[in-house]
């Protein structure tokens, strides 16, 4: 840990390099020709893998959870970002003709041998790309592909007078007059025997470069140049040859540090598509025990992580967020590390930078508390959160040690952007096309940036239409779970679905998570065959909603600031006797009333011989005991509680809930024996509940043995004895079911 948070800081001291791409010599052995001024300059663009100084390892496990969208972009097409995490699909142009692209094995992601990392844009033609791509944001009618000509143009010095009407017209519309006239006096012509002397000069990825940028020149020349002909050329199909100083040791999307103030990351889907993400960092309070160790983090959010120790090191860690649960963990036992040790060799490393002795104490005990705990988290939400307000507090530190003064000092390029960099928790510009997005393979693409990105400007509407769509299939009872999941309505779901990933656009692994929600929902059963597969609709049904709402209270900033407790009262504690009711292998039916145990030897034996029962029936529960039945009272009440919360962090709880549900295959509404007018028949032996809903057949084989389904489709599993007289009943579906089935004379013997 210490070694890769001693290169973070290293970078920082380190200048930035200034070299080109590539410089044509302008004194050639053995060469005849003379070409007086014709190698002016350096290459156009001249951002390399040696600019990118500010990658930080530390950060290759953070991802978070949910980014936004970018705003609505200034005038100038920079993005004003408040604090928090934001993500994007950019527009991304190639800078380097001649070098393969992105390698896109995997579905959405570039796959490379290395991944990409930021490095600012430089070059003599590096200011006017710029303004090509920041007035690129306010234009959406001029084609990205005609801007990539454009481009190509500059970079390959071809007269752009000779391109096609539509990269002249881009010309026109994102270039100044001044900007022309400048372009116009670019143009480079090579004689052909000072081409041949140079080509053998040169060493494979410069020769490729050369001889790229030399075919785009003659193309254009001709005036008829398609994109298609300029892109063939310009960015080859493969994989580069390695080269000395490639650097396969860059993951994909490793983070880096914006001198404005924020953290990015690239992850390239092709030459033309960058994924883009960014955290500003947030504001955090650190609290600190007698010994110096970290005893607290804290957002301003209203998340903690609250640490203990003991006299070994790290004894327990606890998580605390808006209206969820407590993420606990217990006996870590971590032998404490000293955050100050290795302190002064960071310094020395730092020097200049008057960087504070807090700051750089908590930038090391954070990482060191991340990397004890990152082996004993686990994989779940919530540890991934913790892990995650750990490194956003890292980031905030970071960005406060930062003195601009400093660092601008000691890297000429930040001088200005560090200027204006913005201690944590406070808004930072973003300026899409200064950065380069930078590969660990010298063979492969420099990518330049835009702030166009595809537009998800119904995200919002849709996530609640998907949200709305999903809980309206939400059913507690089997009976209704039955007719609630039709071909149609798992059609509309999916189709919702579906127009949610569309919508977001801009951020691939969410739309990745769509994809497995899809899935999910493909899989809800319209035949409900028993408890189980009604609590597994539902849990499909509810995660789809959670998850709806948490992308609109993330994306959207739609919902309310405090969502109510997700918590439901808690079970009470069954006595040691209800215990073993609750724990008993089968149910009892010894205790059942005489009247309730005569019908349920009657309705066995006809069961026996029906078919369409499906032969003999079970029996699930029959007598319970007061406490028994209030406790599966409480549980269905706590479980229907839970699914119609808005509140998206209640998943925990539910699932528990859940698993009780599928335990004691409750189906419906127990009632409450608690209540003067309970209608509660179990504890009294006056009620059975078979194994499963054989349809109205039960009804028929009942009302010859004196039993009828007093509550219908509503709890079809349950009978009770027909009573003496059945006005007797509420009105409504109990009557209905008495006089239809009770009391029945044509019975078999």
């Known amino acids: 840990m210490m070694r890769r948070l001693l290169a973070v800081v290293v970078s920082l001291s380190m200048a930035a390099s200034a070299g080109a791409q590539f410089k044509i010599p302008k004194k050639l052995p053995h060469v005849p020709i003379k070409a007086p001024g014709l190698f002016r300059e350096e290459s156009p663009v001249t951002t390399k893998l040696t600019d990118a100084v500010t990658e930080i390892s530390f950060l290759d496990d953070f991802d978070p959870i949910y980014p936004r969208p970018l705003p609505a972009p200034n005038q100038n097409g920079t993005y004003s970002l408040d604090p928090g995490a934001y993500a994007y699909l950019a527009e991304s142009y190639c800078l380097r003709p001649g070098a393969y692209g992105p390698d896109n094995r995997e579905l959405g992601v570039g796959k490379n041998p290395a991944g990409y990392i930021y490095a600012p844009l430089e070059g003599p033609k590096s200011e006017l790309i710029k303004n090509i791509l920041r007035r690129s944001v306010s234009r959406p009618d001029v084609d990205q592909k005609d801007i990539q000509v454009l481009l190509w143009a500059i970079i390959a010095r071809a007269d752009l007078n000779r391109a096609s009407p539509r990269a002249q017209q881009a010309a026109e519309q994102l270039m100044t007059q001044e900007e022309r006239r400048q372009l116009d006096s670019n143009v480079l012509t090579i004689p052909a025997e000072l081409k041949k002397q140079l080509l053998k000069q040169l060493r494979p990825q410069l020769r490729a470069s050369f001889q790229a940028e030399e075919k785009m020149r003659t193309l254009f020349s001709k005036g008829n140049?398609?994109?298609?002909?300029?892109e063939k050329i310009a960015v080859p199909k493969g994989d580069p040859i390695p080269q000395p100083g490639d650097r396969s040791d860059i993951p994909r999307g490793r983070?880096?540090?914006?001198?404005?103030?924020?953290?990015?990351r690239?992850?390239?889907?092709?030459?033309?598509?960058?994924?883009?993400?960014?955290?500003?960092?947030?504001?955090?309070?650190?609290d600190r025990d007698e010994m110096g160790r970290i005893t607290a983090i804290s957002d301003f959010a209203g998340s903690r992580v609250?640490?203990?120790?003991?006299?070994?090191g790290l004894r327990s860690i606890r998580f605390l967020q808006e209206n969820r649960d407590p993420f606990v963990r217990q006996d870590i036992n971590v032998a404490s590390t000293n955050p100050l040790a290795g302190l002064e060799h960071l310094i020395a490393s730092v020097k200049g930078t008057r960087a504070s002795l807090?700051?750089?104490?908590?930038l090391t005990a954070l990482a060191s508390l991340h990397d004890s705990l990152l082996p004993l988290i686990g994989d779940s939400d919530d540890g991934r959160a913790l892990l995650n307000e750990i490194q956003m507090a890292w980031q905030s530190e970071f960005q406060r040690s930062v003195e601009v003064r400093k660092v601008a000092s000691l890297i000429p390029l930040w001088s200005e952007l560090a200027e204006t960099a913005a201690r944590g928790g406070r808004q930072v510009v973003h300026d899409p096309a200064d950065e380069v997005a930078v590969p660990g393979e010298e063979g492969r693409q420099r990518l330049g940036q835009s702030g166009r990105h595809c537009s998800?400007?119904?995200?919002?509407?849709?996530?609640?239409a998907a949200a709305g769509k999903a809980h309206e299939g939400i059913k507690p009872r089997k009976a209704d779970a039955a007719s609630a999941i039709t071909t149609a309505y798992r059609n509309q779901l999916d189709a919702l679905l579906k127009g949610v990933k569309n919508q977001l656009c801009d951020d691939p692994k969410a739309q990745r998570h769509i994809d497995s929600l899809r899935r999910r929902a493909q899989g809800l059963k319209s035949n409900i065959a028993n408890v189980a597969d009604a609590v597994n609709n539902n849990a499909v049904l509810k995660g789809i909603e959670n998850d709806m709402r948490s992308m609109m209270h993330s994306k959207c900033d739609v919902g309310p600031s405090h969502y109510p407790p997700c918590e439901v009262p808690r079970l009470a504690e069954l006595s040691e006797s209800a215990r073993k009711e609750e724990n008993r292998n089968g149910p009892d039916v010894d205790d059942l009333n005489p009247i309730t145990k005569a019908g349920l030897q009657c309705l066995t034996k006809f069961s026996k011989g029906n078919i369409v029962s499906g032969g003999p029936i079970g029996v699930r529960s029959g007598f319970r005991s007061p406490e028994y039945q209030r406790h599966l009272y409480h549980l269905f009440e706590n479980y229907v509680a839970l699914l119609n919360s808005k509140n998206p962090n209640c998943k925990h709880r539910l699932r528990q809930l859940e698993a009780e549900m599928r335990h004691h295959l409750v189906i419906g509404h127990a009632t409450n024996p608690d209540k003067s007018d309970s209608e509660s028949q179990h504890p009294k032996g006056l009620a059975i509940d078979i194994d499963d809903d054989a349809g109205d057949v039960l009804d028929t084989m009942g009302s010859c043995c004196d039993l009828f389904r007093r509550y219908g489709s509503n709890d079809p599993v349950h009978f009770e004895p027909c009573p003496a007289d059945c006005s007797d009943l509420p009105t409504g579906t109990q009557r209905q079911q008495c006089e239809a089935f009770c009391h029945q004379k044509d019975c078999p013997p």
């Open 456 to 464: 998800g400007d119904f995200l919002c509407q849709t996530l609640g």
């Open 225 to 230: 140049a398609t994109f298609a002909q300029l």
């Open 255 to 264: 983070w880096s540090y914006h001198p404005a103030g924020y953290f990015v």
């Open 266 to 286: 690239f992850k390239p889907t092709q030459y033309s598509k960058t994924a883009v993400e960014i955290y500003v960092p947030e504001e955090f309070e650190i």
């Open 358 to 362: 807090d700051s750089m104490r908590d």
């Open 306 to 312: 609250e640490i203990k120790y003991e006299s070994s």
